[in-house]
């Protein structure tokens, strides 16, 4: 499997030979929705593979790490992580605007190398100072690479495959981080500090292999880098970005609607075991679903999202999905544990659906609104903003649980005034 690709190629998907048995051509099917042919799509997607792997391995592991190799206490573990990721946001504006003036592909080798020292260094932690200090600076390194990952898609492709190429990484991601998971569970099975080290060491190795892989790519060359002069943004656009109330508004309402996650990670667990007589294994079903739609469908759900009206769409259907899941959830509550089952996982497909089509319509909008030469400081500023209201997620998934039916629909309701108001806040803020 090449690393380079032939830039701006999409998935060539050969036609399926009408010989095929019926099994068979399924399966072709369902493996080039997640692995396309050939091209600069499927080098990113072996670059995510690799990287989520590595995050597999990590967040599966490294909480048991901390606290059995490194002996930190619980709950400076948590306060440590929350703050880390606090400082790390201050870094993704920053990054953007260094991408915008320097080669994207040499900022992402420079920060997945620099990734790789950190995540070494875990091992080698002694006390609550120095695991603070390398947890932060890992977090400000990965805050940074954001921008550039996405600025390396823009470089890579047209405004037509942007979406696509992003909606296949993370379809691969998926994959890929529960490969991570996997290799992880034989780590903690032995329960030792070498096998805990190799969590950590793995993924200082995943980020190796990134920024090799990276390095390999070959980007068009960028016009004004080229020998043309740069073109001078408008009066409008040369506002920063977090200046533009339309810009903050329609970045907010898309972090909105990603509260989906949230709810995923924490509401759906607290649904079950409080609320509910279905089994308590239903949680791992409901969560296995989850990750084969968004695998198998992400690519799909994406399609027509590679222009302003088209993602603005794919936010409103969000809207009107979300709300659907949050009249099914409280509707499980005391039924019998058949009915409760079916309600939930009613409830968990319109869940994911509405994050299928949200992450569609963020990236659709988030490249859709950022001007030429200035797209890594836009993005990095979209998603600055959809990252800050996200940090309610979980006190507010908590929250609506506890609050019964009333507060789920409450909820519904704000995700659908989020899908509904997004399309008339995009129209008016195209930059």
């Not at 493996?31 to 990590?58: K, M, N, Q």
């Not at 990734?115 to 080698?124: I, N, S």
Request: net charge positive; hydrophobic share 55%.
């Amino acid at each position: 499997m090449s690393s380079t690709g032939s830039i701006g190629d999409g998935p060539r998907l050969t036609s399926v030979d009408d010989s095929e048995a019926p099994p068979r051509r399924a399966f072709t099917r369902a493996v080039r929705r997640i692995v396309p042919e050939s091209g600069a799509i499927r080098s990113i997607a072996l670059i995510t593979f690799v990287d989520a792997v590595g995050l597999g391995l990590y967040s599966t592991g490294a909480i048991v790490f901390f606290v059995r190799s490194l002996h930190l206490p619980v709950g400076y573990v948590g306060v440590s992580l929350s703050i880390a990721a606090g400082i790390g946001l201050l870094a993704s504006v920053p990054a953007g605007r260094l991408v915008d003036r320097r080669d994207a592909k040499q900022v992402l080798v420079a920060l997945s190398f620099a990734q790789a020292v950190l995540f070494a260094l875990f091992p080698l932690v002694e006390g609550r100072v120095a695991f603070f200090v390398v947890v932060s600076a890992a977090a400000l390194a990965a805050s940074a690479a954001q921008p550039a990952r996405r600025v390396l898609i823009v470089r890579l492709f047209d405004e037509r495959r942007r979406v696509a190429a992003t909606a296949y990484s993370r379809s691969v991601l998926n994959v890929g981080v529960s490969v991570g998971a996997l290799l992880a569970a034989g780590a903690l099975a032995l329960d030792t500090r070498p096998a805990y080290d190799a969590l950590l060491l793995g993924n200082a190795a995943s980020f190796v292999g990134v920024g090799l892989l990276v390095a390999r790519l070959r980007l068009p060359p960028r016009p004004w880098a080229a020998g043309t002069a740069k073109a001078g943004p408008s009066a409008h656009a040369a506002r920063h970005p977090l200046r533009q109330p339309r810009f903050v508004a329609v970045s907010a309402s898309c972090g909105i609607l990603y509260l989906s996650a949230s709810i995923l990670d924490v509401a759906l667990a607290l649904q079950v075991s409080q609320h509910t007589d279905a089994p308590r294994a239903i949680i791992a079903f409901l969560l296995l679903l989850n990750t084969a739609m968004v695998v198998l469908l992400q690519v799909h759900a994406s399609k027509g999202s590679d222009t302003i009206p088209g993602a603005a769409r794919a936010n409103r259907w969000a809207g009107l999905a979300l709300l659907g899941s949050c009249v099914l959830f409280p509707l499980s509550s005391h039924r019998p544990a058949v009915i409760a089952v079916v309600l939930l996982i009613g409830a968990t497909v319109l869940l994911t659906a509405g994050e299928l089509f949200s992450s569609a319509g963020s990236w659709g909008v988030s490249y859709g609104l950022a001007p030429k030469n200035r797209e890594g400081e836009y993005i990095a500023s979209f998603f600055l903003v959809s990252q800050v209201v996200q940090v309610v997620g979980p006190a507010l998934s908590a929250a609506v649980v506890a609050g019964g039916a009333y507060a789920w629909l409450l909820l519904g309701v704000v995700f659908l005034a989020a899908g509904l108001i997004s399309p008339l806040i995009v129209g008016r803020s195209k930059v």
